[in-house]
């Protein structure tokens, strides 16, 4: 028979529950911005009980946090069928998804976390543990786009490319999220855009760029995002000559 009393959660399975909640509140308003209490009322629990679990606010934007990378990073994950345009297409609208639904939050890991700690200074701590995992999320994408582009020993060129590509990925999305006054969807193929015209560049300097290129170029078939920022970039051309 139901009693209506609440069932009693074990410690891993209630921190995960505050795991939980921290981070939805973190996704909507700004880390500095939420209190223990408003975690505690959210997980229909006391605020001792939360410092039971975590020593406090950070310990438990820190674990949040990892939650978000961990997702953030899994994003980045696609099966290696299909030209890699649409490939990349996939990836990035559900990077600019992760975002859009975790701006604030996404805003705070990329910029090194809350301001201040429990005591009113700056946690070096926090910080540190805040940029190991940004560093985990890139090197991750980075992995990724590897395997996407059959390389395991990547040359210089091209891992400057992949490189500055995620970093102009966090850069954009940090910027669109102050407004989104461009869609989303023509942002995400824009980031396409911006792999392939990157990529071109590097080919313009560098053989083994252009062989790499070259091949995408082959798979990509004519209603694909990178034939789509061809044509773009063919009706530019007669105006760019022009006196």
Known sequence: ??????RRMGVEERRQQLIGVALELFSHRSPDDVSIDEIASAAGIS???VYHYFPGKLSLYEAALKRAADELAERFVEPHEGPLGARLL???????????????????LMRGGPAVSAG?????????TTNALIDSVRQAAYVQILAHLGVTA????????????ISLAE??????LDGRRIPRAELELQLVHDFA???????????EMALLLGRILADEP?????????GRLSALAPAAVLP
């Not at 028979?1 to 609440?6: A, C, D, I, K, S």
């Not at 990157?198 to 300097?205: I, R």
């Not at 004519?222 to 061809?230: H, I, N, V, Y």
Request: charged residues 20%; aromatic residues 10%; hydrophobic residues 45%.
């Open 1 to 6: 028979m139901t009693t209506g009393m609440r």
């Open 47 to 49: 605020r001792p009980l």
């Open 90 to 108: 996939r990836v990035t609208g559900r990077f600019l998804g992760f975002v859009d639904e975790h701006g604030p939050g996404f805003s705070a």
């Open 120 to 128: 009113g200074a700056c946690s070096r701590d926090t910080v540190s």
């Open 154 to 165: 990547p040359p210089a060129r091209l891992e400057l490319v992949v490189r500055s590509w």
């Open 171 to 176: 850069s954009t999305a940090l910027i669109w």
């Open 197 to 207: 015209a990157l990529a071109a560049v590097s080919a313009a300097y560098d053989d």
């Open 222 to 230: 004519s209603d694909g995002p990178f034939a789509d920022l061809l």
